[in-house]
């Protein structure tokens, strides 16, 4: 039901879009959708990096770190997944705000692209800011030249832009005297966390897409709490976006990282062509 059309790859980061007609017709910017490789699959949460309502297709920006992802990556174009549900979550608050800064990191850089237009055809001016280990790992630059008024680069190695990450960035433009009015961020939690510090001195209003474990995205599991404000939130159903300022970085870290040496494990036998390991055996 849901074929792969099309799907290529920049280092770990895999794109792949989707048939998928009713999500195509119903979604919008920041949501995201569960998908199942095959019937015996994790559910993992992606987000839509962008949606073509004449084809009926989503596309979707893999990163390649555990057994779940590993599978979708090994996936051809006429593979069909499983499942894919969606769309899932509360959209992004699009408003007028001034100038809007958006940051992306790995996956990220796909996913700040829907939020991105939003904004700018919502009238507000867009910097984007994308992160990467090496200049050669930067991909969907052109959609995001498309809706951005700049595009600024930063790389670990300094071969592309300014050498650091995001928050380096925006800290340079800040010190400028680059108005910020808004700011939105996708990536790792680490990245999210740096970005959230780097503008709180600013006291910038501040959104982040949060990445914690999910399981059933309808918020009756549990497993996606976070702690947001002093308050228990859900990141599938009350986000995925929350205040930066605001989260617990410190219980979120300590959550994402309970299962670290059961997925390497299982990754590593998986990645080598064992067969995937049963619940609970690795």
Not at 190 to 206: G, K, V
Not at 263 to 277: D, K, L, N, R
Request: net charge negative; with cysteine; charged share 20%.
């Amino acid at each position: 039901m849901y074929e792969l059309v099309e799907k290529s790859e920049v280092f770990n980061v895999h794109k792949m879009v989707v048939k998928a007609p009713e999500i195509a017709h119903s979604i919008e910017a920041g949501q995201f959708v569960i998908v199942m490789g095959s019937e015996n699959s994790e559910r993992i949460p992606l987000t839509v990096s962008d949606w073509n309502t004449d084809t009926g297709t989503i596309t979707l920006y893999v990163l390649e770190t555990g057994i779940s992802t590993l599978e979708l990556a090994r996936m051809k174009v006429g593979d069909s997944l499983y499942a894919v549900t969606g769309p899932l979550g509360s959209p992004s608050e699009i408003g007028n705000y001034g100038t809007v800064v958006f940051g992306g990191g790995c996956y990220g850089i796909g996913a700040i692209y829907p939020i991105a237009k939003a904004c700018k055809e919502a009238g507000n001016k867009v910097i984007s800011i994308i992160e990467a280990r090496y200049s050669s790992m930067f991909y969907h630059e052109k959609e995001l030249h498309a809706v951005s008024d700049q595009v600024l680069y930063a790389s670990s190695d300094g071969s592309r832009g300014k050498k650091g990450k995001v928050e380096d960035v925006i800290t340079e433009i800040l010190e400028k005297g680059v108005k910020i009015d808004q700011a939105f961020f996708i990536g790792c939690t680490q990245m999210l966390e740096r970005c959230s510090e780097a503008t709180r001195p600013y006291n910038i209003p501040t959104r982040v897409a949060l990445n914690s474990i999910m399981l059933d995205g309808t918020g009756m599991c549990g497993a996606c709490r976070v702690s947001v404000g002093g308050e228990t939130r859900f990141a599938c159903v009350d986000g995925p976006e929350f205040d930066g300022h605001k989260v617990d970085w410190k219980e979120l870290n300590q959550r994402k990282s309970a299962y670290t040496e059961q997925e390497t494990v299982a990754y590593q036998s998986y990645s080598h062509g064992s067969q995937v390991p049963k619940v609970g055996s690795a």
